[in-house]
């Protein structure tokens, strides 16, 4: 290619970029989408550009994206993290507890059933089951440590549950998670 075809070649270019920044073709001097003559406009365009505003770029993208918050976002993720930590859960206060000694089997369950109905109304996170060891019971094995447990495990309302240090009860005793 000799440099006469190469300076041919830049200057068609530069014309056509020419039409693109200014919007009219050099040689003629018309606009480049400008209709012909004897073709006229429709006159839906203005009026369509009446009623229509112009809004700012950054309201448009807001409105279509919205607006998110990521330090509430984060906040959320660490408590539900915390809650799943086993460590948080245990050391939790205790925000309330029932005694069932000395209470048969049926009085147990209907007990329990109505004090974690009341606690979870009542938006509390944690409560203590005293059950006792079941030392004092005759000819079988411990009744309510049993019956707490599957209690528990049956209630959808019961999360996470454990046995107290030994000064809260210890085996004695079950805490238990609520559920929100």
């Given at each position: 290619m000799?440099?006469?075809?190469?300076?041919?070649?830049?200057?068609?270019?530069?014309?056509?970029?020419?039409?693109?920044?200014?919007?009219?073709?050099?040689v003629s001097g018309k606009k480049a989408n400008a209709p012909e003559k004897g073709k006229e406009r429709s006159?839906?365009?203005?009026?369509?550009?009446?009623?229509?505003?112009?809004?700012?770029?950054?309201?448009?993208?807001?409105?279509?994206?919205?607006?998110?918050?990521?330090?509430?976002?984060?906040?959320?993720e660490a408590e539900r993290n915390r809650t799943r930590s086993?460590?948080?859960v245990k050391n939790l206060p205790i925000e309330a507890r029932i005694d069932?000694?000395?209470?048969?089997?049926?009085?147990?369950?209907?007990?329990?059933?109505?004090?974690?109905?009341?606690?979870?109304?009542?938006?509390?996170?944690?409560?203590?089951?005293?059950?006792?060891?079941?030392?004092?019971?005759?000819?079988?094995?411990?009744v309510l440590g049993e019956e707490v447990r599957k209690f528990i495990e049956q209630d959808r309302r019961c999360g996470r549950s454990g046995h107290p240090d030994r000064r809260m009860g210890g085996s004695g005793a079950t805490w238990v998670f609520l559920k929100n």
């Open positions: 000799d440099f006469g075809a190469v300076l041919d070649e830049w200057d068609t270019l530069q014309k056509k970029a020419k039409v693109r920044e200014h919007g009219r073709n050099p006159d839906c365009s203005e009026e369509k550009n009446a009623f229509t505003k112009r809004i700012n770029p950054e309201e448009a993208w807001l409105r279509r994206y919205g607006v998110v918050d990521k330090d509430k976002i984060a906040a959320e086993r460590l948080y069932l000694h000395g209470l048969t089997r049926e009085e147990a369950r209907s007990r329990l059933t109505i004090f974690v109905g009341d606690c979870a109304k009542r938006g509390l996170r944690k409560i203590l089951i005293v059950h006792g060891k079941g030392i004092h019971t005759t000819g079988s094995d411990p």
